[in-house]
């Protein structure tokens, strides 16, 4: 789910072309995303206060030396 690894998210919205804005209409993720603008080919959405602790701010680079 997005809400644990993106405060922000910039999509074409409302598009079913769009394979991004399909998967997460799909499972719901934006119920936990307020609008914050709307522009002609994009909307940007920005994370509920309350998901904020959830929020992963640490990097994570895996098996990677």
Known sequence: MPDRWARWIVMRTNDENDQAWKLVNKSGALDKYQLVDSYPFA????????????LNTEVNFG???
Do not use: G, N
């Open 63 to 65: 098996k990677q030396q």
């Open 43 to 54: 909307d940007i959405y920005q994370l509920k206060d309350e998901y904020l602790p959830q």
